[in-house]
């Protein structure tokens, strides 16, 4: 597509709901990323993929968030059990393999759990 | 901690006013990339300097790296009513994000 797509666009969760978050990257872009971000704040990275492979998650905050690209295209974050602390703006961004024009950036999924 | 960090954290001038933004960061780059984000919106990429490359303009924007003190800045010239959102840099081998830069023109 001509840019990245995430899916939904808002989403309301009661705590202790599974969500899963989707992510479809600029066609032909091998690397993935996953950030969140609250209010005020600047994104925070979770992790990235090179094609399928996910080469860092070291910013996931704890094992109730998992990511997986298995075809190396569409992505999907999920998150387990959610708590308040995970109400934040989760963006997905896409780039060539050496980010030499950038990242693109999608709308993004603002996540509310109530 | 954060790769990359913005100065100031807040900035408000007139319409009119050139704004200026600086980025410091910690290890070698291949590249450091400016965005701006409008409230409630993603990341637009702005501009991506090298790290060959000293300068670089686009439009009304003026980027300079400095490799020797690992900083970089960001010139807007001519500053509009528009221009108000937050502005980020980034390095293209390490993935953070700072704080960023929140500017706001007054008209």
């Known amino acids: 597509g001509a840019g990245v797509s995430q899916s939904p666009r808002y989403k309301v969760a009661k705590r202790g709901q599974d969500v899963a978050l989707r992510c479809d990257p600029i066609?032909?872009?091998?690397?993935l990323f996953w950030y969140q971000q609250a209010l005020g704040q600047g994104p925070e990275f979770l992790t990235y993929?090179?094609?399928?492979?996910?080469?860092?998650k070291s910013g996931l905050p704890s094992d109730r968030f998992f990511a997986e690209r298995p075809e190396g295209s569409v992505s999907t974050l999920k998150i387990q059990r959610t708590q308040q602390e995970d109400s934040a703006v989760y963006l997905c961004?896409?780039?060539?393999?050496?980010?030499?024009?950038?990242?693109?950036f999608g709308s993004g999924t603002r996540l509310t759990v109530v | 901690s954060q790769q990359g960090e913005e100065d100031p954290q807040a900035l408000s001038i007139q319409e009119g006013e050139n704004a200026t933004m600086n980025c410091s960061y910690k290890?070698?780059?291949?590249?450091l990339q400016w965005y701006r984000q409008n409230s409630g919106r993603g990341l637009v990429h702005l501009i991506l300097?090298?790290?060959?490359?000293r300068e670089k303009h686009s439009g009304r924007l003026r980027v300079t790296l400095d490799t020797s003190k690992k900083s970089s800045s960001l010139l807007i010239t001519a500053s509009r009513a528009a221009d108000t959102a937050s502005y980020f840099c980034?390095?293209?081998?390490?993935?953070?994000f700072g704080p960023g830069t929140r500017l706001s023109v007054l008209p």
């Open positions: 961004a896409s780039s060539t393999r050496d980010s030499s024009y950038g990242y693109t």
């Open positions: 066609s032909g872009h091998v690397s």
């Open positions: 993929f090179q094609n399928e492979a996910q080469l860092d």
């Open positions: 290890t070698s780059i291949n590249n």
């Open positions: 300097i090298r790290s060959n490359e």
């Open positions: 980034v390095s293209g081998q390490n993935f953070v």
